[in-house]
T-cell receptor, first 111, second 116 residues
Framework: LAKTTQPISMDSYEGQEVNITCSHNNIATNDYITWYQQFPSQGPRFIIQGYKTKVTNEVASLFIPADRKSSTLSLPRVSLSDTAVYYCLVGEDNQGGKLIFGQGTELSVKP | GAVVSQHPSWVICKSGTSVKIECRSLDFQATTMFWYRQFPKQSLMLMATSNEGSKATYEQGVEKDKFLINHASLTLSTLTVTSAHPEDSSFYIC????????????FGPGTRLLVL
């Protein structure tokens, strides 16, 4: 399974744009990249998913370079409620879609 | 759409008893469900993969006789912690993979288990 590496923690202030980069050097051809958000004592919440280039939805953007060995989650104008742990995952469909969670990035948004 | 529920949300039990946790996909059919365990301040650890109508596949180090998984329908999977002990106290989370979109998993809210 493709291993992912993210910064352990990040700090930001309300209203700023936050970019969290994830490395996945061993990503396979069929793998998608998915980002989840987790608040304490809750299950992870799906944020965004992509395969290549750029994907945008109502909460975030995902930038994936051509070599797909990394990806960047961009959160525009964060608020205090965006304080959470963010996980980058790469799934292998030939293993039944199994996802292995890394350590995640603990984002702290300050007023 | 893509809602996954878990029941109960929390449970306290005595050591030696068995506890069953249910995971349901409410608005889609899930051919595959996954069970995770999460200890405080740690990441999620995959325990097993559950496919409807077949035996679960357990990750290395997870005792299949202790953590019984049943995936009897396309919307329900259950995890039974047998003869629970205090070290089994944890946050158990399930996820379901939406049919037709294999790469996306949706997670339940989790079940907090405390074994006294």
């Amino acid at each position: 399974l493709a291993k992912t590496t993210q910064p352990i923690s990040m700090d930001s202030y309300e209203g700023q744009e936050v970019n969290i980069t994830c490395s996945h050097n061993n990503i396979a051809t069929n793998d998608y990249i998915t980002w989840y958000q987790q608040f304490p004592s809750q299950g992870p919440r799906f944020i965004i998913q992509g395969y290549k280039t750029k994907v945008t939805n109502e909460v975030a953007s995902l930038f994936i370079p051509a070599d797909r060995k990394s990806s960047t989650l961009s959160l525009p104008r964060v608020s205090l409620s965006d304080t959470a742990v963010y996980y980058c995952l790469v799934g292998e469909d030939n293993q039944g879609g199994k996802l292995i969670f890394g350590q995640g990035t603990e984002l702290s948004v300050k007023p | 759409g893509a809602v996954v529920s878990q029941h109960p949300s929390w449970v306290i039990c005595k050591s030696g008893t068995s506890v069953k946790i249910e995971c349901r996909s409410l608005d889609f059919q899930a051919t595959t469900m996954f069970w995770y365990r999460q200890f405080p301040k740690q990441s999620l650890m995959l325990m097993a993969t559950s496919n409807e109508g077949s035996k679960a596949t357990y990750e290395q180090g997870v005792e299949k006789d202790k953590f019984l998984i049943n995936h009897a329908s396309l919307t329900l999977s259950t995890l039974t912690v047998t003869s629970a002990h205090p070290e089994d106290s944890s946050f158990y989370i399930c996820s379901a993979r939406e049919g037709g979109r294999k790469e996306t998993q949706y997670f339940g809210p989790g079940t907090r288990l405390l074994v006294l």
